[in-house]
């Protein structure tokens, strides 16, 4: 999270223009930003509820401050992309800042804003206090360092993620304290980075920082620091009036891997200066900078070498051919010097222009061409490896903390960034999908869920390439700390990509028996499987229908028996299984691990498949001949929510042409909390009318699709959808054969 104080834009207008139009914005962005939504909004020590009142109460309170020309202050916190507070949370941290601030019983407007990017909090609080008066300068005009502070609290009271530049963090005793790195974090010199980023390589400045820093730091004497700097191949030698440390046989500046390390300060630490005992010094072997892409490093290492062998041959070449001419020269001007100065002027004349053509048909039989000496991104892409080239620009967020100086251990463990995309590119790479759509659930204590899209923008979600996916690797590893679940669900336009859920090792092993052949094999828990199989879509207009029944049998007998369509989300590998049945005891999480990968698509399936559409085809056939109209049963209560039910189906019907039964039933809970029923009353008429609509029975429960029905209506999503949709709501009531009198006259 991040917070700011926003400055004055128009210092010269009137103060009650001033706050009427900070308010405005506040509560109705739309109206200068038509992308930007408010899902959440509130008033704090009003006399009135009403935007205008308060408006007005606002201004009215700020205009008897002769002294201040803006008593108002606008706040606003900024919540990372991903990150989703719920109006509980939003309401929570109005209060925890107006107390911070010693501004309780202030009169304070908020609004929680979202546009495409991410989420943010504005909060416009008036610095007059209507008691006494007086308008309160926060913390003696200190109150920037003042909200930093109550943003750590709010970061670790809600569990959000801190910037990587935060200010101040709050411990496990409640303190807050400023931020600071247990060991210093060092980089290399501009020039050196340049070239690191050019080459790939890592420079003799970096490597004498990760591997002497710690030693000279922590050393007592001039002996142990020369004894452990022989042990990983550096050595430190006297030079003029100053210290240089060797990398193979490049010098490095002692002072540049830390200025405490210059000659004169060490001799203050230590005493005069002692020649150490090296032992021979080895060459220097190259070094990658990131362990993002080593196999191609190691690739563009090696073209360099073949590159510089080139230039060498050719140098020689030229030194050769050089030194014939020469003797060539000697011999001829030799022979003719006989013959006079004319014929040596006409020899020399001749042997300049034969020489010189000899020169540039070799210059031209050895030239390099000029796209072989590329920077290591550049020869990436004219590579065609375009994904690795944006992980090696990316790499920095995929390795966290990677210039930070620190002892060399003897077995290094593997990133989890790294971990896990790996675990993705093998994933990918078998998955074969044009995309994949990332979900985040976060998995509650009573057996709720709250999930969000990652790549969901404006209300859509076309998936995410993968590159895309690798480019977000660092901010799913961020959410899955923040406690949520990571879920892959791979797309493709041509192919059917089939999951098999909760399978035992039992049904897998099955499973593969019966000829089946999985692309991708996943453990997701501790003797819980998943795995995906991949067939080409048939290319009818069945091919949905053919996808979910395909995924429906395939379950019902091997996994889950519950699930029922083809394009449905699976846990994805290299990240932690985060239900809270599988906390150990030490607070850890298992991780989903990839078994299996291989590229292939399941002939088996691909029969079933052609099975299952001739099926349709049968079908289509016999409804075409014998056309069954819908019978919706009748209620006894006219009024009740399962009559409504079938009222708004008819309505839905006459005027508009939905396949989707799912979305068919989220309209009509909608309508029905409009309407006035009570969640219970829209949760059981889902529940009882829902599979009556369907033309062929399903295995799903019943229950739980009800209670997600009835809160998604009676949740902020529906909120947003009735404020879209208020014009409707007389037409609502008409289906029902109610009046918004007759309705505001029973609820009296």
Same mark, same amino acid.
């Given at each position: 999270?991040?917070?700011?104080?926003?400055?004055?834009?128009?210092?010269?207008?009137?103060?009650?223009? =001033?706050?009427?139009?900070?308010? %405005?914005?506040?509560?109705?962005?739309?109206?200068?930003k038509p992308q930007e939504k408010v899902e959440h909004a509130g008033g704090k020590n009003f006399l009135t509820s009403t935007h205008v009142g308060q408006k007005v109460e606002m201004i009215a309170l700020a205009r008897e401050s002769v002294?201040?020309?803006?008593?108002?202050?606008?706040?606003?916190?900024?919540?990372?992309?991903?990150?989703?507070?719920?109006?509980?949370?939003?309401?929570?941290?109005?209060?925890?800042?107006?107390?911070?601030?010693?501004?309780?019983?202030?009169?304070?407007?908020?609004?929680?804003? &979202?546009?495409?990017?991410?989420?943010?909090?504005?909060?416009?609080?008036?610095?007059?206090?209507?008691?006494?008066?007086?308008?309160?300068?926060?913390?003696?005009?200190?109150?920037?360092?003042?909200?930093?502070?109550?943003?750590?609290?709010?970061?670790?009271?809600?569990?959000? &993620?801190?910037?990587?530049?935060?200010?101040?963090?709050?411990?496990?005793?409640?303190?807050?304290?400023?931020?600071?790195?247990?060991?210093?974090?060092?980089?290399?010199?501009?020039?050196?980075?340049?070239?690191?980023?050019?080459? +790939?390589?890592?420079?003799?400045?970096?490597?004498?920082?990760? #591997?002497?820093?710690?030693?000279?730091?922590?050393?007592?004497?001039?002996?142990?620091?020369?004894?452990?700097?022989?042990?990983?191949?550096?050595?430190?030698?006297?030079?003029?009036?100053?210290?240089?440390?060797?990398?193979?046989?490049?010098?490095?500046?002692?002072?540049?891997?830390?200025?405490?390390?210059?000659?004169?300060?060490?001799?203050?630490?230590?005493?005069?200066?002692?020649?150490?005992?090296?032992?021979?010094?080895?060459?220097?072997?190259?070094?990658?900078?990131?362990?993002?892409?080593?196999?191609?490093?190691?690739?563009?290492?090696?073209?360099?070498?073949?590159?510089?062998?080139?230039?060498? %041959?050719?140098?020689?070449?030229?030194?050769?051919?050089?030194?014939?001419? !020469?003797?060539? !020269?000697?011999?001829?001007?030799?022979?003719?010097?006989?013959?006079?100065?004319?014929?040596?002027?006409?020899?020399?004349?001749?042997?300049?222009?034969?020489?010189?053509?000899?020169?540039?048909?070799?210059?031209?039989?050895?030239?390099?061409?000029?796209? !072989?000496?590329?920077?290591?991104?550049?020869?990436?892409?004219?590579? +065609?490896?375009?994904?690795?080239?944006?992980?090696?620009?990316?790499?920095?967020?995929?390795?966290e903390n990677r210039h930070t100086p620190a002892p060399i251990p003897t077995a290094a463990p593997e990133p989890k960034g790294l971990a896990a995309l790996e675990a993705f590119q093998r994933y990918a790479d078998a998955v074969d999908a044009?995309?994949?759509?990332?979900?985040?659930?976060?998995?509650?204590?009573?057996?709720?869920?709250?999930?969000?899209?990652?790549?969901?923008?404006?209300?859509?979600?076309? +998936?995410?390439?993968?590159?895309?996916?690798?480019?977000?690797?660092?901010?799913?590893?961020?959410?899955?700390?923040? +406690?949520?679940?990571?879920?892959?669900?791979?797309?493709?336009?041509?192919? &059917?990509?089939?999951?098999?859920?909760?399978?035992?090792?039992?049904?897998?092993? #099955?499973? =593969?028996?019966?000829?089946?052949?999985?692309?991708?094999?996943?453990?997701?828990?501790?003797?819980?499987?998943?795995?995906?199989?991949?067939?080409?879509?048939?290319?009818?207009?069945?091919?949905?229908?053919?996808?979910?029944?395909?995924?429906?049998?395939?379950?019902?007998?091997?996994?889950?028996?519950?699930?029922?369509?083809?394009? &449905?989300?699976?846990?994805?590998?290299?990240?932690?299984?985060?239900?809270?049945?599988?906390? !150990?005891?030490?607070?850890?999480?298992?991780?989903?691990?990839?078994?299996?990968?291989?590229?292939?698509?399941?002939?088996?399936?691909?029969?079933?498949?052609?099975?299952?559409?001739?099926?349709?085809?049968?079908?289509?056939?016999?409804?075409?001949?014998?056309?069954?109209?819908?019978?919706?049963?009748?209620?006894?209560?006219?009024?009740?929510?399962?009559?409504?039910?079938?009222?708004?189906?008819?309505?839905?019907?006459?005027?508009?042409?939905?396949? %989707?039964?799912? #979305?068919?039933?989220?309209?009509?809970?909608?309508?029905?909390?409009?309407?006035?029923?009570?969640?219970?009353?829209?949760?059981?008429?889902?529940?009882?009318?829902?599979?009556?609509?369907?033309?062929?029975?399903?295995?799903?429960?019943?229950?739980?699709?009800?209670?997600?029905?009835?809160?998604?209506?009676?949740?902020?999503?529906?909120?947003?959808?009735?404020?879209?949709?208020?014009?409707?709501?007389?037409?609502?009531?008409?289906?029902?054969?109610?009046?918004?009198?007759?309705?505001?006259?029973?609820?009296?």
């Amino acid at each position: 999270m991040i917070v700011k104080k926003v400055k004055r834009t128009s210092p010269n207008r009137p103060k009650a223009w =001033q706050i009427g139009n900070l308010v %405005d914005y506040i509560r109705f962005p739309h109206d200068r930003k038509p992308q930007e939504k408010v899902e959440h909004a509130g008033g704090k020590n009003f006399l009135t509820s009403t935007h205008v009142g308060q408006k007005v109460e606002m201004i009215a309170l700020a205009r008897e401050s002769v002294h201040s020309k803006m008593p108002v202050q606008h706040w606003i916190f900024s919540w990372q992309e991903g990150e989703q507070p719920t109006r509980e949370q939003v309401d929570e941290i109005v209060d925890i800042f107006l107390a911070g601030m010693e501004l309780e019983g202030h009169q304070t407007i908020y609004a929680l804003h &979202h546009n495409t990017d991410n989420y943010h909090l504005h909060i416009a609080v008036n610095r007059m206090n209507a008691e006494t008066g007086k308008v309160i300068q926060p913390h003696r005009g200190f109150d920037i360092e003042e909200a930093h502070k109550i943003l750590a609290r709010i970061e670790h009271k809600q569990g959000w &993620h801190s910037e990587k530049n935060a200010r101040y963090v709050m411990l496990e005793n409640g303190e807050i304290a400023q931020r600071r790195s247990l060991v210093r974090d060092i980089k290399p010199r501009a020039g050196a980075q340049d070239r690191e980023c050019a080459t +790939g390589e890592k420079s003799a400045q970096r490597i004498a920082q990760e #591997r002497g820093h710690a030693i000279m730091q922590n050393a007592a004497s001039w002996e142990e620091m020369h004894a452990r700097l022989a042990e990983v191949g550096l050595r430190f030698e006297r030079k003029g009036s100053g210290a240089v440390i060797w990398v193979g046989e490049i010098a490095v500046k002692a002072s540049s891997v830390d200025r405490s390390f210059s000659l004169k300060k060490l001799i203050g630490r230590w005493g005069p200066f002692i020649a150490g005992t090296y032992p021979a010094q080895k060459s220097h072997t190259p070094e990658p900078v990131s362990a993002v892409v080593t196999k191609e490093w190691h690739d563009y290492q090696q073209h360099c070498a073949e590159i510089q062998q080139e230039k060498e %041959d050719k140098k020689w070449a030229e030194a050769a051919l050089r030194q014939r001419q !020469r003797e060539q !020269r000697q011999s001829a001007l030799s022979r003719l010097a006989r013959y006079g100065v004319s014929v040596l002027n006409i020899a020399r004349h001749c042997l300049k222009v034969q020489q010189k053509r000899e020169r540039l048909l070799l210059r031209r039989s050895r030239q390099i061409n000029k796209w !072989r000496k590329l920077r290591f991104e550049a020869w990436l892409r004219a590579q +065609g490896l375009n994904r690795q080239a944006a992980m090696w620009r990316h790499r920095s967020a995929l390795e966290e903390n990677r210039h930070t100086p620190a002892p060399i251990p003897t077995a290094a463990p593997e990133p989890k960034g790294l971990a896990a995309l790996e675990a993705f590119q093998r994933y990918a790479d078998a998955v074969d999908a044009d995309c994949y759509r990332v979900t985040c659930i976060r998995m509650e204590q009573d057996g709720g869920k709250k999930a969000f899209v990652l790549d969901k923008k404006g209300g859509i979600t076309r +998936g995410f390439t993968p590159e895309e996916v690798a480019r977000h690797l660092p901010e799913m590893l961020r959410l899955q700390q923040r +406690g949520e679940n990571i879920y892959y669900t791979p797309l493709s336009e041509n192919k &059917h990509h089939i999951l098999v859920d909760d399978m035992s090792a039992e049904s897998l092993i #099955r499973l =593969q028996k019966d000829g089946y052949r999985p692309a991708v094999i996943l453990e997701s828990s501790p003797g819980n499987f998943q795995c995906l199989l991949t067939i080409p879509k048939l290319g009818s207009r069945f091919d949905k229908d053919v996808g979910n029944r395909l995924t429906e049998r395939l379950n019902r007998k091997y996994g889950d028996k519950n699930i029922c369509g083809c394009i &449905h989300p699976h846990r994805a590998p290299g990240f932690e299984n985060r239900k809270p049945k599988h906390r !150990r005891d030490d607070g850890t999480y298992p991780e989903v691990r990839l078994l299996f990968t291989e590229r292939r698509q399941c002939g088996k399936a691909l029969l079933l498949s052609r099975r299952i559409e001739g099926e349709y085809v049968e079908a289509e056939k016999q409804s075409q001949t014998t056309r069954v109209r819908h019978s919706y049963p009748q209620s006894r209560d006219p009024g009740d929510a399962v009559s409504a039910y079938w009222a708004h189906l008819e309505d839905i019907r006459r005027h508009l042409a939905i396949e %989707d039964y799912s #979305r068919v039933d989220a309209m009509i809970a909608l309508r029905l909390r409009a309407n006035g029923h009570s969640h219970d009353a829209v949760m059981g008429a889902i529940f009882h009318c829902a599979p009556e609509i369907r033309e062929k029975p399903t295995g799903r429960n019943w229950k739980r699709y009800a209670e997600r029905t009835a809160g998604y209506a009676f949740g902020m999503a529906g909120d947003i959808a009735l404020q879209k949709n208020e014009r409707y709501r007389a037409a609502w009531l008409k289906v029902e054969g109610k009046t918004r009198e007759r309705e505001a006259m029973r609820h009296r």
